[in-house]
C-alpha cells in the first residue's frame, strides 16, 4: 500500500482559454498527516481540492488518491473519502439526527449517528431542523456528514471561515482525532494560526501553483527567519540597502507605511537597528517584534498579504 | 462505475436503504411545509367549491307574473297561479308597469276579454312567460289539447359544469405538483449545491432519482382520492369507470409530468430559471387542454397539437372513464400519449442531468 494518500503531478485545470485555475500542480500528501493547503482566494486551491474528490476532471496531470485512480476507481474511493464542500446548504426541514442518518445510508459501513453527533458535539441539536442551526452548528454537521463513513481521508474546504470559536475548536479536535487514529486529513484555509496548529505539512499556492512546501516550522525558517521586526521611523528617511547591511538583518521588505525585517538573533539585530536610526537622528515611531509565521512567509513570497 | 469494492469493515448498526431515506427526506420537507400542502390539497378543494357553486344546478326559474287591479284581477291570478312554477301577483297599473321595467314581472296580463299582454318581446323570459300564461288562460277559458306529450328529464349527473370541472381540476393538480414537486425541487437542491455534495458520496444517482417519482406516486396515493371524493361528497360527481382504471390513469399521468419535471429542472442552475420554465410548459396547457372549458372548442386546425399535450389525454381520460365509465383499453390514445411523454422526458432529462 502507498504510503502516500494523495499523490498529485503537474495537474492543469483550464475552464475556458483565458481562465487557467489551476497551472501544473504537485502535491504529495503522506498517510496519517494533516496537510494544508494555503493561498488567497482565486489562487486555485479549491479547484484543486474538487478535483481531488473526483468533482471536477483535470484539464491535465496524473492524481493518486489513496493508491487508486479517478477514472477506474470512483465508487470505492467515494466510499473512502469524507468530504465537506465549501458551500453546501442541507435540506432546511430535516433534523440534524435525520440528515446524517440520510448521509448514514450511503455507505456500507460507518460509524452510528449517535457517534457522530458527539464527534461534532451536535447531541443536544440532534431534533432541531437545518435551517434552526447557527453557522458553526451547521458547519459542524457538514463536517459531521463527512465523518459518517469513518473516511480514511478527509477533505475540508475552509472549514472554519467565518465561525465562532467554539465552533473552530470543535473542528481542530476533529482534526486531532483525526490524526490520533492514524486517519489523513487534507484542509484548506486562510487563517494561518489555524494552519500552524494543525497541519504537519502545508503547501503555500498562488496562481494555481505550489509555491513553496513543507512544515510550517520548516517554511517560516528557511523563507522568513525566526522573528520579524516592524517599525515606522518619521519622514521615512530610512534605504533599503543600509538596513540590509545591519548585524543580524536577514531579510527588508517594506510593510504598510514602514519597513519588516526578518532576523534570526534578535538581540543583535535590535541594537543595531536602533543605533542606526540614532545616527541618522530618527526615532522610530512604531517598533514591534513577533516570531515569524506562515502569514509572513506568504507575503514574503507572494509580496502580498494572504487576506487582501 | 462499478468495481470491486474493498473488503467491508464490520458496520456497528445496521445500514438503512438509501432509497428509504431519499423518499424519507422528501416526505418530511413536504409535509414540514405547510404550503406546499394547502397548493396540493387545499387549493384545489377550494377551486371545486368555488367554482361548484357559481356553476351549480339551480331549479328552473319561476315565471313572475303581473296582474292589473280590477274586477276580474282575481280569477286571472286564480287561474295562473294554478300552473306550475307560476307566480302571479295584482298589482295597481302604474305598480304593473314598474314591475315589468325592473324585471320584477316578466309579462303583464290585463284582464278583461279577451286579456291584454305587455311584454318585452327581447326578453327570452317574458317570450316564455307569455306563452306560459296565454296557455294557461286559454285552458281555463276551456281550450282542449289535442295531445299530451310524454317528457323525460335529463338533468343527469355526468353532464353538468361540476362533473366536468373535477376531472380537470384532478388532471391540473397532477401536472402541477408533479412539475413543481420534482422540477423545483431538483433545482433547489442544485441551487444549494446539495446535489454536488451528494453525488461525491457513494450514493447511486438513480436513487436519488427514484426518490421522487416514488414520492409522486405516495403523494398521488393522498391527492387523487381526496379530490374525487370531495367530488363525489359534496357534489355527486360520478365514477361510472372502473377505480382501477382511474388510478392507473392518475400513476400514468403523475409519472408524465415527473418526468417534464425532471426535464426542466434538469440544468437549470437557479430557482427563478426553472420557475420560469414551469410555467412557460404548464400554461400552455392550462388553456389548451381543457381543464375549465372544453378543449374542442379550439378550431380544427389546432386539435392535433391540443390533442398531443400530456394534459389534454389526461383529462380526457379522466373525464371519459369518470362520466362515460369508458375502460382504459378504449383510451389507449390517451394512454399513449402519457406513456411517451413519461419515456422521452425521463430518457433526455437523464442524458441532461447536471449534478453541480
Redesign the interface.
Known sequence: MSELAIRCEGLVKRYSPEVLAVDGLDLEVRRGECFGLLGPNGAGKTTTVEILEGILTPTAGRIEVLGLRWAEHAATLRARIGITLQETRLPERLTVEEILGLFRSFYAAGRTVEAVLALVGLEEKRGAWYDKLSGGQKQRLAVGCALVSEPELLFLDEPTTGLDPQSRRQLWDVVAEMKRQGRTVLLTTHYMDEAERLCDRVAIVDHGKVIAQGTPRELVARVVGQEVVEFEAPGDGVAEPELRALAGIEGVRRSGAGWALTVSRLHVAIPALLAHLDRRGLAPTALATHRASLEDVFVVLTGRRLRD | ??????A??????P????M???A??RF??FY??PSAIFWSYGFPILLTIALGIAFRARPPDPVRVAVVAGPQAEAVRAALAAGEGVLAEVLDADAAARALRSGQAAVVVRPGSPPGYALDPTRPESRLARAVVDELLQRAAGRRDAFAATVAVTAEPGARYVDFLVPGLLGMNIMSSGMWGVGWVVVEDRQ???L????????RRGEYLAAFLFMRLAFLVAEAPVLVGFGMLAFGVPLRGHVVDLAALCVLGALAFAGLGLLVGSRARNSQTVAGLINLVMMPMFVLSGVFFSARNFPAAMQPLVRALPLTALNDGLRAVMNDGTSLLALWPQVLVLVAVAAASFALALRWFRW?
Open positions: 462505475m462499478i468495481d470491486p469494492a474493498p467491508p469493515a464490520p458496520t456497528p448498526a445500514r438503512r436503504s438509501p428509504l431515506q431519499l424519507l427526506a418530511r420537507g414540514r411545509e444549494k449545491k446539495l454536488k455534495r451528494l453525488a461525491a458520496t457513494p450514493m453541480s
